[in-house]
């Protein structure tokens, strides 16, 4: 399976506030991306375009399976996104959660996936607890959680390692590793080190340069 | 520009006709008809007028494009008025012919409900401060709100009596216009003066919708100088 | 799909059996209504058209109470992304309606039950007609609350302006509905609201199919 994601001169504005232009790439299966830049140079609002879940001002994402593009509409079937701002259900347990997500998919043996991925992120022994009592870095643990149970081809992590502890970071970077043998890994980061996850970097603060001095001359 | 002053010199004219014009005898209704030349083009109007913001606020959804939605909101804007203007003229009308200010019938109701509606609507765009956030859910609302309002057309006369000229209790039956037979000058008037109405609302609402595009683009510009 | 919609449903209401966030709330909302016309009729004879009329506007406020917390809940939890990276908007659409369905006849039935216990004048002789007015009401009310309450999910002010977005949009339903009642009173036969069914029906599928059109937008910036 031949599987793309391309960016072609996305730009995004918030009124009169623009975040970037011009963003072109191009990604297909085995290939990684990082994203860099300060605080508010507009990572997350990249990664929110890329994932789908913001419409950029101008310019278009593409997805592509053998070449046929895919409806924005069903682009979640192939997404596994991990973020500060996404929120669980605190009133669930991690394990009904999970569960939660994998019927709302229409997955199918859902059961030992959702054991198989507790496992991975180290939350098995806590599965029944309700997330309200989790901790930060177990709440992160679990976004992993819900991002892998549907083995997504393209995994987008913003922030990859925000409240997690030493084990848990490694964690992530096996993750990381194992992501980019199968598919695709986007990862938003303002920390040199974790730059080192992807092949390629693209730098929001350099290309907001970049079009400035276009524009200048 | 010329067209501009004949267009002034026409709404006059018609004004003016409005008031003098023999329009012959009406049974029940006699010289307190002559309304229908400003208070029906005027509700007619105010129709175009929110038909055309919905119509802009669903080509916004579909092109994101803001001048669309300042489009929308300017013959909300007009439409209100209008519809504003058509509850007045046509209350106090009401009270010389029917004793009261108000009476809940079928067109009294259903000029009310267009008021709540985009009462509802400029408040819901106030109550919202990003740009796009406000134009998408506004122009959702106004279409939910419009495939609503024709259901007063079926259920009105099913609950309500009529009272209005050309409505149930009237011989010639209980459509949404009013059908009352005219007299031929009447009827000349009556279709020129919505000729004329009509003028004036495509070009209150250029003016509006132009007025309003420059502001935002002086605006951006200022803002633009400002970060550079 | 319809597994989806299903899972959704379930997972609202079993946050909402868990939480209690909206149930006692409503609960009490509709016992300090129906006190309030109690006091405010007490040692008049209220006739029972009135009554119809005020049975519908306990049922829209004790709705405009309940029936937004589906998605204002998503939204002021930040839990929203979770259900946009889950599926297609359509679903959760449909989902939220299902839930506001059981919760409005849940509401429904509770209102109904107090109302004809504490209203000597309520007094329906076509149960048929009050009852096939009652559902049908209920079903329109929940299709165009729904998507107001996605509306303002995203607006500041969300509790006040809901109300005040709905009670256009639902007024031909109220007024609809609100009549069927009072004839359900004065003994109506069945097929004398034909006329009325048909209206509540057609409103109830107009409104869900330009929802159904119209959720995307709303749903995702
Ligand atoms: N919904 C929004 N409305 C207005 N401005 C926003 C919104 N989201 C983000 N921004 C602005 O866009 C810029 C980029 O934000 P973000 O993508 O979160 O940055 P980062 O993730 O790189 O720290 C910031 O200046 C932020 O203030
Ligand atoms: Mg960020």
Redesign the pocket.
């Known amino acids: 399976m031949d599987f793309k994601i391309t960016l072609k001169n996305v730009r995004?504005n918030?009124?009169r506030?623009l975040?970037f232009d011009s963003v072109n790439f191009e990604l297909t299966i085995g290939s990684s991306l990082a994203?860099a830049?300060?605080?508010?140079?507009?990572?997350?609002?990249?990664?929110?375009i890329i994932a789908g879940l913001?419409s950029p001002s101008a310019g278009e994402v593409i997805y592509q399976i053998d070449g046929k593009k895919i409806d924005k509409l069903d682009w979640f079937k192939y997404i596994g996104f991990v973020a500060p701002y996404l929120q669980l259900y605190d009133e669930f347990t991690g394990y009904e959660n999970l569960e939660i997500l994998a019927r709302i998919r229409g997955l199918k043996n859902y059961k030992n996936k959702i054991e198989e991925v507790l496992k991975r992120v180290n939350l098995y022994a806590r599965r029944d607890d309700l997330v309200r009592g989790y901790s930060s870095g177990m709440k992160q643990r679990l976004k992993y959680a819900c991002a892998l149970l549907h083995e997504p081809i393209v995994l987008i992590l913003?922030?990859p390692t925000s409240n997690l502890d030493a084990e848990g970071v490694e964690m992530v970077w096996k993750i990381a590793q194992e992501q980019k043998k199968k598919g695709i890994l986007i990862v938003?980061t303002?920390e040199a080190e974790e730059l080192q996850m992807c092949e390629e970097v693209i730098n929001?603060d350099e290309l907001k340069l970049k079009s400035r001095e276009q524009i200048v001359k | 520009m010329l067209w501009k002053i004949l267009l002034g010199l026409y709404i006059a004219i018609i004004t003016a006709l409005a008031f003098v014009i023999p329009i012959g005898f009406i049974p029940g209704l006699g010289e307190r008809a002559r309304i229908i030349f400003l208070h029906v083009p005027s509700a007619w109007l105010s129709v175009i007028a929110f038909f055309v913001s919905m119509l802009y606020g669903i080509r916004y959804l579909r092109s994101k494009n803001i001048y669309d939605d300042i489009k929308s909101v300017s013959s909300a804007e007009i439409g209100f008025l209008f519809c504003f203007i058509t509850t007045v003229t046509g209350s106090i009308w009401a009270k010389f012919n029917w004793g009261s200010f108000w009476n809940w019938d079928p067109r009294e109701t259903s000029i009310f409900v267009l008021l709540l509606i985009y009462g509802a609507y400029f408040v819901l765009r106030s109550a919202i401060e990003?740009e796009e956030r406000k134009a998408t859910l506004s122009a959702v609302y106004s279409v939910i709100a419009f495939v609503t309002v024709p259901f007063f057309i079926f259920i009105m006369p099913r609950i309500m009596p009529g009272l209005h000229p050309g409505s149930k209790g009237d011989p010639e039956g209980a459509g949404p216009v009013v059908t009352f037979k005219m007299d031929p000058n009447m009827r000349i008037l009556f279709f020129a003066s919505l000729l004329g109405f009509t003028l004036v609302y495509l070009w209150i609402f250029n003016l509006r919708s132009k007025s309003e595009i420059l502001k935002l683009k002086i605006e951006n510009k200022i803002y633009q100088e400002v970060q550079n | 799909m319809l597994s989806s919609i299903w899972a959704i449903f379930l997972k609202d209401l079993k946050s909402e059996l868990r939480t209690r966030y909206a149930l006692n709330a409503l609960f009490m909302f509709v016992v300090v209504t129906i006190s309030m016309i109690l006091f405010s009729t007490a040692g008049e004879v209220v006739s029972g058209t009135l009554l119809s009329g005020l049975l519908w506007v306990v049922i829209f406020f004790s709705a405009m109470s309940g029936l937004s917390r589906t998605f204002v809940s998503e939204e002021d939890r930040g839990t929203v992304i979770f259900l946009q990276l889950a599926t297609r908007p359509s679903v959760v659409y449909f989902g939220k309606l299902l839930f506001n369905f059981a919760l409005i006849f849940g509401l429904n039935l509770f209102i109904v039950i107090a109302y004809l216990l504490t209203m000597e004048n309520f007094k329906v002789k076509s149960f048929d007609v009050f009852l096939v007015g009652l559902i049908l009401g209920g079903i329109g009310l929940a299709s165009a609350s729904t998507i107001i309450a996605a509306i303002i999910a995203k607006a500041n002010t969300k509790g006040t302006l809901y109300p005040v977005l709905s009670f256009p949009v639902l007024l031909p339903l109220l007024m609809t509905t609100i009549n069927m009642t009072q004839l359900s009173i004065e003994g109506a036969t069945f097929s004398e609201t034909i006329g009325h069914l048909r209206i509540l029906i057609s409103y109830s599928a107009v409104v869900i199919i330009a929802s159904y059109l119209l959720f995307d937008y709303i749903w995702k910036?």
């Open positions: 995004k918030f009124s506030l975040v994203i830049g300060k605080n508010g140079s507009g990572k997350s609002t990249l990664v929110k913001l913003d922030e938003a303002n929001l | 990003v | 910036e």
